[in-house]
């Protein structure tokens, strides 16, 4: 088997605003579980699809994809910090790649990001800079967005590319369900948050990160008591994406406008795009099969929490 594919909710909120512990135990299993099956795989090479929260991409040049030469993780809300193992010509020739097939993606030679990324390398492989990682950043925040059609052309070219290596590729789709915390938009944004999202953000003062990280806290705890202070969740619509993905019909999502998806499951639910690339990459090998599908609301992480898996058919 050459390619599998780990899809997983992410959340800044585990151990500052957590479920009951029945809860928290059912989603550490799942997550043991497929950290477990990733070891068994036993990857060469790890393509991690992910969005940011404006920790680093901002309005100053915000493209709708970029592929990272180099990477290096902040450890907000106390995730792991420090840099990745990229493989450098690698992640060029894929940008190459992707750019021949007729997807415009940005790329960066010193790519920041934040628990999007580091959170599922630290949960599904042990740490950040375990395996060779090639970071893919897709804009899941800052409208204006991509839509799921350009989301499935990234990643079905990143899976052309890849699968034509030859490597043992585990593709990561990271983030999502429905949900929208409270992120800032420039739109209604004041001065002060507007200049930091044009770029100031990418290096807070530590004692307004820490007020920033607060006010998520302080909006997950009064979700958990008034689930209508923010975007409610939506587990029907969060089901039927699984399924969608699950069933082989990717194809269908390029129907939804972001409107809709921001009207019925949240502003930040863009992040399962990375989901939609992460199965289009896997698509390039074949038909597969989905495993392992796991789903529960869970406010207190302001999220609809997701785990899917996924093999070609011919393993």
Same mark, same amino acid.
């Given at each position: ?5 780990? *899809? ?12 009951? %512990? *029945? ?7 799942? #997550? ?16 991690? @699809? ?14 709708? @994809? *970029? ?16 840099? @990745?193992?990229?493989?450098? !010509?690698?992640?060029?020739? *894929? ?7 007729? %997807? ?11 628990? /999007? ?9 042990? /740490? ?6 090639? &970071?893919?950043? #897709? ?15 990234? /990643? ?59 006010? %998520?806290?302080? !909006? ?20 039927? @994406? ?16 972001? !409107? ?11 992040? %399962? ?19 392992? !599908?796991?789903?529960?609301? #869970?406010?207190?992480? #302001? ?8 093999? &070609?058919?011919?393993?």
């Amino acid at each position: 088997m050459q390619a599998r594919v780990q *899809c997983l909710s992410h959340t800044p909120l585990v151990g500052h605003v957590d479920p009951p %512990v *029945c809860v928290l135990d059912e989603v550490q299993g799942v #997550i043991a579980q497929a950290r477990e099956a990733i070891a068994i795989f036993d990857p060469e090479l790890v393509v991690l @699809f992910s969005p940011d929260h404006f920790n680093g991409f901002f309005y100053d040049a915000m493209p709708p @994809f *970029c592929i990272g030469m180099q990477a290096h993780a902040i450890g907000d809300f106390g995730t792991p910090a420090g840099p @990745f193992d990229v493989p450098q !010509a690698l992640a060029l020739d *894929c940008a190459q790649a992707v750019l021949e097939a007729g %997807v415009d993606v940005a790329m960066s030679y010193s790519m920041q990001v934040d628990h /999007g990324f580091s959170q599922p390398l630290d949960y599904l492989l042990g /740490g950040i800079a375990v395996r060779p990682v090639i &970071p893919v950043f #897709i804009n899941a925040v800052a409208a204006p967005l991509p839509t799921f059609a350009r989301a499935r052309a990234l /990643g079905a070219a990143v899976g052309r590319f890849i699968r034509d290596t030859g490597k043992r590729t585990l593709f990561i789709g990271s983030g999502g369900l429905s949900h929208q915390p409270p992120v800032p938009e420039l739109a209604t944004a004041d001065a002060h948050i507007r200049d930091r999202l044009l770029g100031s953000g990418r290096h807070l003062p530590a004692a307004e990160r820490a007020a920033r990280q607060q006010r %998520v806290i302080d !909006a997950a705890l009064r979700f958990v008591e008034d689930q209508s202070s923010l975007h409610p969740l939506n587990p029907a619509w969060d089901r039927a @994406f699984m399924d969608t993905l699950a069933q082989g019909r990717a194809a269908e999502l390029d129907g939804l406008s972001n !409107a809709d998806v921001s009207r019925q499951a949240g502003k930040s639910t863009h992040e %399962v795009k990375t989901w939609v690339a992460a199965f289009a990459a896997l698509s390039a090998y074949g038909g597969y099969e989905a495993l392992d !599908a796991y789903y529960r609301p #869970i406010p207190e992480w #302001i999220a609809g929490f997701g785990a899917l898996a996924a093999r &070609p058919m011919a393993a």
